[in-house]
């Protein structure tokens, strides 16, 4: 009689633990199912960080961003690749998408979150045709993506440029990009700084780049941007260098703080635009001036973004360098001695700024040592060489020491080095076309780096380029 009274109580109890537990699964499922946002990243899944650099100091910058004047065409052939299902797919998309042209629509159309999330992916800057010529501006969408395989362009769009005058923009230069973006289907990096004279601060030098007096200016003109092209933009660059007063020229000197409140602004506006939009640091010069005029040391700027609350506003942290005259794998500290280097900074002064590979390593350890895995975006890199520019004497004068052989090279090991690392995301060569654009002679800066010399002569490097990203689209499965 116990017995039985016993199991009855047990199989009371047995039936209402089973009600019990199905409701709250119920709950649960309905929680998920209702809540869950497939696009959102999930942070437990991004790699750890190495920590094999410590942060050191720094020396010095490398090439300019300078407007070209008049351009002259090229005659680049596609290459005839059959679309993938998912380019085929994106082409169904932006077939009804409204023409750019019109009045923007008034409801967004978001871009998906993350944009391959975190998977290390490479990009090429472009020089914009400063006429906008839409079937020349064709032709280098052609090469970047059919011929070097590239699904990433980086363009740069200078504020004071297109917005003279408070609340008059001019959209030629973002209408043509925009049209030949959505024409080869690329992902957009829009790096975006300078403010024009009337949004700068009081007594501030007309004519140079510098920051706005109010931030939120600088974010009022961004959100234009993603209004008018909605899921157009996949990733936006907040400024660059202002670590040197060359491109933060304030009246109040270099500060990480003020910056990082430009970045907070930008970012608000931005992800109340679009969520799905990467934002991205301004990539810091390596320099190891450090007077706060001029310049600043960049590894104790970043240090001094990060206290002021830098990884609460980016995506992505923002990173650059130029080469110089040392290969990619060369700790600062670890570079074989060359007696016939012409430049001889990396050699006979080290520091981290001179190596391509401890000025990231010592940027993604300080964001470690900081409690984050935030990735780096390297929106510019490159080698540069002046072997086949007729002697030109560059103002970049390590170029002289850099064969178009080791251009090609390096940037090939550059990229394998990012990859394997796992702390980069993206990663923008610096540059494909700046080379044959005819507002630039053989002594301007900016064309020892260029993939395509002048004369539209293909470097080494370009068919470099083209071998590793066809291999990495093999291994990736794409």
């Known amino acids: 009689m116990v017995t039985r009274t016993v199991f009855k109580q047990i199989r009371g109890f047995v039936i209402v633990w ?3 537990t199905a409701l709250v699964s119920l709950a649960t499922f309905s929680a998920v199912y209702f809540t869950y946002n497939p696009e959102e990243p999930d942070p437990a899944s991004s790699n750890p960080l190495p920590l094999d650099e410590p942060v050191a100091e720094a020396e010095t910058n490398g090439a300019n961003d300078d407007s070209p004047g008049a351009a002259s065409s090229p005659t680049l052939a596609p290459a005839s690749t059959p679309p993938s299902p998912e380019e085929s797919a994106r082409a ?3 077939d009804g998408e409204r023409n750019l042209a019109e009045a923007p629509p008034a409801a967004t159309m978001p871009t998906p979150l993350p ?3 975190m998977r290390f992916q490479v990009g090429i800057q472009i020089a914009q045709p400063p006429d906008f010529q839409s079937d020349e501006q064709d032709n280098w969408y052609r090469s970047a993506t059919s011929d070097l395989g590239l699904k990433w362009i980086k363009q740069q769009i200078r504020w004071n440029s297109l917005e003279t005058r408070p609340g008059a923009i001019d959209w030629t230069a973002l209408e043509n990009i925009m049209r030949s973006a959505r024409k080869f289907d690329v992902k957009l ?3 975006v700084a300078a403010a024009p004279d009337w949004a700068r601060e009081p007594d501030a030098v007309p004519g140079r780049r510098g920051p706005p007096l109010d931030p939120q200016t600088y974010s009022n003109f961004v959100a234009e941007i993603v209004k008018r092209y909605p899921g157009r933009v996949h990733a936006i660059e907040v400024w660059s260098a202002q670590n040197t007063d060359s491109e933060w020229a304030s009246i109040d000197g270099l500060s990480a703080a003020k910056y990082v409140d430009l970045l907070r602004s930008a970012y608000t506006v931005i992800k109340a635009a679009d969520p799905g939009i990467i934002v991205i640091s301004g990539a810091l010069a390596p320099t190891g001036v450090n007077d706060g005029l ?3 040391n960049d590894f104790a700027y970043m240090q001094q973004m990060i206290e002021a609350g830098l990884l609460d506003w980016a995506d992505c942290i923002g990173a650059q360098h130029n080469g110089y005259n ?3 794998d060369h700790r ?11 430049f001889r900074g990396p050699f006979d002064n080290p520091h981290h700024s001179w190596s391509f590979r401890s000025t990231l390593e010592g940027y993604a350890n300080t964001i470690r040592s900081a409690g984050e895995t935030t990735k780096l975006c390297v929106t510019k890199f490159g080698w540069a060489s002046v072997e086949d520019l007729d002697g030109a004497a560059s103002g970049v004068i390590y170029a002289r020491d850099n064969s178009l052989t080791e251009q090609a090279e390096w940037l090939q090991m550059a990229m394998s080095n990012m990859e394997a690392w796992g702390f980069i995301w ?3 060569i610096w540059n494909l076309n700046y080379g044959p654009l005819a507002g630039y002679d053989i002594a301007n800066d900016n064309v020892p780096y260029s993939l395509i010399g002048p004369g539209f002569k293909f470097r080494p490097a370009f068919a470099a380029i083209r071998d590793w990203q066809q291999d990495y689209r093999a291994r990736a499965g794409q």
């Open 189 to 191: 990096l829009l790096s």
């Open 92 to 94: 169904q998309v932006a």
């Open 294 to 296: 001029t310049a600043a």
């Open 332 to 342: 600062y500290d670890e570079v074989p001695q060359d007696a016939g280097a012409i």
């Open 426 to 428: 993206l990663a923008f």
């Open 326 to 328: 040392i290969g990619p």
């Open 18 to 20: 089973l009600a019990i």
């Open 115 to 117: 944009v391959d999330p």
